[in-house]
Antibody, heavy 121, light 110 residues
Framework: QVQLQESGPGLLKPSGTLSLTCAVSGDSISSSNWWTWIRQPPGKGLECIGEIYHSGSTNYNPSLKSRVTISVDKSKNQFSLRLSSVTAADTAVYYC??????????????WGQGTLVTVSS | QSVLTQPPSVSAAPGQKVTISCSGSSSNIGNNYVSWYQQLPGTAPKLLIYETNTRPSGIPDRFSGSKSGTSATLGITGLQTGDEADYYCGTWDSSLSAGVFGGGTKLTVL
């Protein structure tokens, strides 16, 4: 079955850059799917960060767009997230997921297990 | 502040039925399909419903989805203690060109 696994540093200092990678197994990153990053601050709800297609096309949450870069590495079947100028407000569990649907249909399945990133001096 | 609005909490007794609402606008729910996710404590969200009313393989028919105008509803019948979780609605927002979620609803099975 399709599995996604996030990896990256769990602790960052303010003003630093968050870098995470999502390794995909059981599906090709070059399939007809988009791939996405979603985050969840402790005790709070879910927030879409952005998504990428294997061609390199991206969509970003307008509230994060100026700080976010999502990229894809087809040779490693993985995609990555970079979030610059982080603050304590960026402390969250970061999930990667596959986007299903198309046109007016849009859902996330499956999800990675998530990785907690803490921003603290 | 989430783009989609859900009640913070709902509760019902085992065996009963509960509904969770999700309110949006014409730029999201009004013109796009809705999905629902179940998040058990300490775990990643799991897809429950997609395309408003379709259950993925393995999801019991106790879970159902519907939509009317700019609002969607998740229904759960035959409540079990194992259904205690946070539930999120989600969809695409055509104005934002981004995915959006509701703030989540905590279900308590009394």
């Amino acid at each position: 079955q399709v599995q996604l696994q996030e990896s990256g540093p769990g602790l960052l200092k303010p003003s630093g850059t968050l870098s995470l990678t999502c390794a995909v197994s059981g599906d090709s990153i070059s399939s007809s799917n988009w791939w996405t990053w979603i985050r969840q601050p402790p005790g709070k709800g879910l927030e879409c960060i952005g998504e990428i297609y294997h061609s390199g096309s991206t969509n970003y949450n307008p509230s994060l767009k100026s700080r976010v870069t999502i990229s894809v590495d087809k040779s490693k079947n993985q995609f990555s997230l970079r979030l610059s100028s982080v603050t304590a407000a960026d402390t969250a569990v970061y999930y990667c997921a596959r986007v299903g649907g198309g046109s007016s249909s849009y859902w996330f399945d499956p999800w990675g297990q998530g990785t907690l990133v803490t921003v603290s001096s | 502040q989430s783009v989609l609005t859900q009640p913070p909490s709902v509760s019902a007794a085992p065996g009963q039925k509960v509904t969770i609402s999700c309110s949006g606008s014409s730029s999201n729910i009004g013109n796009n399909y809705v999905s629902w996710y179940q998040q058990l404590p300490g775990t990643a969200p799991k897809l429950l419903i997609y395309e408003t009313n379709t259950r993925p393989s393995g999801i019991p028919d106790r879970f159902s989805g519907s939509k009317s105008g700019t609002s969607a509803t998740l229904g759960i019948t035959g409540l079990q203690t194992g259904d205690e979780a946070d539930y999120y609605c989600g969809t695409w927002d055509s104005s934002l060109s981004a995915g959006v979620f509701g703030g989540g609803t905590k279900l308590t099975v009394l």
